[in-house]
T-cell receptor
Framework: DAKTTQPPSMDCAEGRAANLPCNHS???????VYWYRQIHSQGPQYIIH???NNETNEMASLIITEDRKSSTLILPHATLRDTAVYYC??????????????FGQGTELSVKP | SAVISQKPSRDICQRGTSLTIQCQVD?????MFWYRQQPGQSLTLIAT?????????ESGFVIDKFPISRPNLTFSTLTVSNMSPEDSSIYLC???????????FGPGTRLTVT
């Protein structure tokens, strides 16, 4: 599985957009980019995923570069409740395998008032 | 989505004993997984629980230490055997409804071994 690289920590002001980068330069054509977050003392929560095109849902937007070697998760209006560790994961999508979800170290996002 | 519950939510155990953690899902799922999260660390995949057959363990994890059962499509157990303080961690159950679907996580079981 392709590895990901994320900054260990980031700060963001409440109400501003939080832009979390992820490098996945060895990603292959059949691998999706997934984002999860883990709020302290809880299980990880699915946020969004994408293959090639940009994606948006009620939680966030995912911007994937054209060469697919990096992506950015955008929380458009960060709140204090968005303080969490954010994990960027690449996962193969073949039917037979399903793909394991392997976690890296993630980015600890602190949203400050 | 899937709603996952785990029992117990936390426990304090003595070294040398064993603890069985239960994972119950509110709907049938194709895949079930067990993860460990040591203090201050990220999640590590222990194994994939297979219905009706032996679990598939990741490197560094063995069946004798972490026996897993999965009798049906909604339930699995993980046993942490012959515990030592190094086993103090949060253990998380995780599921996918289908192989291609999103993966959901339970609230975790916080284990402290003294």
């Amino acid at each position: 599985d392709a590895k990901t690289t994320q900054p260990p920590s980031m700060d963001c002001a409440e109400g501003r957009a939080a832009n979390l980068p992820c490098n996945h330069s060895t990603i292959s054509g059949n691998e999706y980019v997934y984002w999860y977050r883990q709020i302290h003392s809880q299980g990880p929560q699915y946020i969004i995923h994408g293959l090639k095109n940009n994606e948006t849902n009620e939680m966030a937007s995912l911007i994937i570069t054209e060469d697919r070697k990096s992506s950015t998760l955008i929380l458009p209006h960060a709140t204090l409740r968005d303080t969490a560790v954010y994990y960027c994961i690449v996962r193969p999508t073949s039917y037979n395998q399903g793909g394991k979800l392997i976690f890296g170290q993630g980015t600890e996002l602190s949203v400050k008032p | 989505s899937a709603v996952i519950s785990q029992k117990p939510s936390r426990d304090i155990c003595q070294r040398g004993t064993s603890l069985t953690i239960q994972c119950q899902v509110d709907s049938q799922v194709t895949m079930m997984f067990w993860y460990r999260q040591q203090p201050g660390q990220s999640l590590t995949l222990i194994a994939t629980a297979n219905q009706g057959s032996e679990a598939t363990y990741e490197s560094g994890f063995v069946i004798d230490k972490f026996p897993i059962s999965r009798p049906n499509l909604t339930f699995s157990t993980l046993t942490v055997s012959n515990m030592s303080p190094e086993d103090s961690s949060i253990y998380l159950c995780s599921v996918r409804i289908s192989p291609q679907s999103e993966q959901y996580f339970g609230p975790g079981t916080r284990l402290t071994v003294t």
